[in-house]
């Protein structure tokens, strides 16, 4: 059989995989398992949240249906990627309204893991623009889900990792722009207290992202780059046409030390001379600057790395992102990439990773005491009232998962009401207690 891994390459498992085409294929696929299933994309969530013994692969229904050019409506199956997406809807001058920092997912991925990107302070998650999509369920019935149809099934699918059934097709709301160039402003800021004060004063801007610097102690301890962006009134509808570099090997594991890090970080910061400075962009630089290297995941070597994501509330932000960085500065495991963002209001999906607040993804090669560094983590996250990103979870024990996401009986209930605890399930399922 196949060995399948999501994108941070850990853990890996041996699995039987489908490949349908067509919603009667997918029907025919559920009908004849063995075991629960997960339906899997294009593989970039980070653990093991699309893994399971029995996989369906849903990138086959990757067709366009509909395009509403004046109402900026498309609908799409399931496996059309964001890529896919934004090829069809940018020169009629429309782009997504929400996105995360790959255009590499699909449109179902995207509802599974109810994204964000660098706006959700104003706009939300992925969900806030999702008008409708059809769901396969246990026994082969499609419904239509919406907020206004079987909405209770709507709003444990947005978020629900494909625990509730088979996303087939779905109808997205898109945003008017009209160039895209992204103006953008960068600011250095010389430590996280500096670097939250910016991204309270910068709240009206469209789109903020920092990168931070998660070796640094003392006194420049959280020392970062925030980004700002706007969509632009000039440079036209063209998507640029770039040539993607690649990683044709793994990285010797020894290269990725806390001295290269260092040493990296140093110069990323300091490239920037100016405190506050301009320039006009391309929107995959501003958006997917990581997609121009074909698989980066390697970067971290043959064991692969884990992506740790969490949330800490707003009203703790300084000092619950001080006691974890400074947790992850002794350690001497700090990454080279490290993203902060400022998150909105939290929604009313049941298993969605944002509340108010802000957020620290952080990339660490796996190698020995990892996840006992990451245990010690999460027990900070949970005592400021935060929680872990489930489609970049690869070790959250259970506990952990049911203090921090209250409304997961609420979820087991509507999955149980549809018939799906005994037919989707994944590793991640298995592992936090929703199997």
Same mark, same amino acid.
């Given at each position: 059989?196949?060995?399948?891994?999501?994108?941070?390459?850990?853990?890996?498992?041996?699995?039987?995989?489908?490949?349908?085409?067509?919603?009667?294929?997918?029907?025919?696929?559920?009908?004849?398992?063995?075991?629960?299933?997960?339906?899997?994309?294009?593989?970039?969530?980070? !653990?093991?949240?699309?893994?399971?013994?029995?996989? $369906?692969?849903?990138?086959?229904?990757?067709?366009?249906?509909?395009?509403?050019?004046?109402?900026?409506?498309?609908?799409? !199956?399931?496996?059309?990627?964001?890529?896919?997406?934004?090829?069809?809807?940018?020169?009629?001058?429309?782009?997504?309204?929400?996105?995360?920092?790959?255009?590499?997912?699909?449109?179902?991925?995207? $509802?599974?893991?109810?994204?964000?990107?660098?706006?959700?302070?104003?706009?939300?998650?992925?969900?806030?623009?999702?008008?409708?999509?059809?769901?396969?369920?246990?026994?082969?019935?499609?419904?239509?889900?919406?907020?206004?149809?079987? @909405?209770?099934?709507?709003?444990?699918?947005?978020?629900?990792?494909?625990?509730?059934?088979?996303?087939?097709?779905?109808?997205?709301?898109?945003?008017?722009?009209?160039?895209?160039?992204?103006?953008?402003?960068?600011?250095?800021? %010389? &430590?996280?207290?500096?670097?939250?004060?910016?991204?309270?004063?910068?709240?009206?801007?469209?789109?903020?992202?920092?990168?931070?610097?998660?070796?640094?102690?003392?006194?420049?301890? *959280?020392?970062?780059?925030?980004?700002?962006?706007?969509?632009?009134?000039?440079?036209?509808?063209?998507?640029?046409?770039?040539?993607? $570099?690649?990683?044709?090997?793994?990285?010797?594991?020894?290269?990725?030390?806390?001295?290269?890090?260092?040493?990296?970080?140093?110069?990323?910061?300091?490239?920037? %001379?100016?405190?506050?400075?301009?320039?006009?962009?391309?929107?995959?630089?501003?958006?997917?600057?990581?997609?121009?290297?074909?698989?980066?995941?390697?970067?971290?070597?043959?064991?692969?790395?884990?992506?740790?994501?969490?949330?800490?509330?707003?009203?703790?932000?300084?000092?619950?992102?001080?006691?974890?960085?400074?947790? $992850?500065?002794?350690?001497?495991?700090?990454?080279?990439?490290?993203?902060?963002?400022?998150?909105?209001?939290? &929604?009313?999906?049941?298993?969605?990773?944002?509340?108010?607040?802000?957020?620290?993804?952080?990339?660490?090669?796996?190698?020995?005491?990892?996840?006992?560094?990451?245990?010690?983590?999460?027990?900070? @996250?949970?005592?400021? !009232? !935060?929680?872990?990103?489930?489609?970049?979870?690869?070790?959250?024990?259970?506990?952990?998962?049911?203090?921090?996401?209250?409304?997961?009986?609420?979820?087991?209930?509507? %999955?149980?009401?549809?018939?799906?605890?005994?037919?989707?399930?994944? %590793?991640?399922?298995?592992?936090? *207690?929703?199997?």
């Amino acid at each position: 059989m196949p060995i399948v891994h999501g994108w941070g390459r850990y853990p890996v498992v041996e699995a039987e995989i489908r490949s349908p085409v067509d919603p009667p294929g997918i029907a025919a696929a559920v009908k004849s398992r063995a075991r629960p299933v997960i339906p899997r994309g294009m593989g970039r969530s980070y !653990g093991d949240s699309a893994l399971s013994d029995q996989i $369906i692969d849903c990138c086959g229904l990757n067709g366009v249906s509909a395009f509403d050019f004046e109402a900026g409506l498309i609908r799409c !199956g399931a496996g059309v990627t964001l890529s896919d997406l934004l090829t069809h809807s940018v020169p009629k001058g429309w782009f997504l309204p929400v996105t995360p920092g790959t255009k590499f997912v699909t449109i179902a991925g995207a $509802i599974a893991s109810d994204v964000h990107g660098k706006n959700h302070h104003l706009e939300g998650c992925f969900s806030e623009f999702v008008e409708s999509f059809d769901l396969m369920l246990a026994g082969n019935e499609i419904l239509t889900c919406s907020r206004h149809q079987h @909405v209770d099934l709507f709003h444990a699918t947005v978020g629900g990792m494909g625990l509730t059934g088979i996303i087939l097709e779905a109808t997205l709301r898109l945003k008017p722009i009209s160039s895209t160039v992204v103006e953008q402003i960068t600011f250095k800021a %010389r &430590n996280l207290q500096e670097a939250l004060h910016l991204f309270d004063a910068h709240e009206a801007s469209a789109y903020s992202v920092a990168w931070i610097d998660c070796m640094v102690t003392g006194p420049a301890m *959280g020392r970062a780059l925030l980004m700002l962006g706007e969509h632009s009134e000039f440079g036209g509808l063209s998507l640029p046409d770039k040539r993607r $570099i690649s990683v044709p090997f793994d990285v010797p594991t020894q290269t990725l030390n806390r001295f290269s890090i260092k040493a990296f970080n140093w110069l990323y910061y300091h490239r920037i %001379r100016q405190a506050r400075s301009s320039q006009r962009v391309d929107c995959e630089s501003f958006f997917y600057p990581l997609d121009g290297i074909h698989g980066w995941n390697r970067l971290y070597g043959k064991r692969g790395f884990l992506q740790y994501q969490f949330v800490v509330p707003k009203h703790a932000g300084l000092e619950g992102l001080t006691a974890l960085l400074k947790q $992850i500065v002794e350690s001497r495991r700090g990454s080279f990439l490290a993203v902060l963002k400022l998150l909105g209001r939290a &929604n009313q999906n049941l298993l969605s990773f944002p509340i108010e607040g802000y957020t620290l993804s952080v990339d660490f090669k796996l190698e020995d005491g990892l996840f006992e560094l990451l245990n010690e983590l999460d027990a900070v @996250v949970l005592d400021y !009232g !935060g929680r872990i990103y489930l489609a970049k979870d690869a070790r959250m024990k259970e506990a952990t998962f049911k203090r921090s996401y209250p409304r997961w009986m609420q979820f087991q209930e509507v %999955r149980s009401r549809y018939g799906a605890l005994a037919t989707f399930s994944s %590793r991640q399922a298995q592992r936090i *207690g929703l199997d």
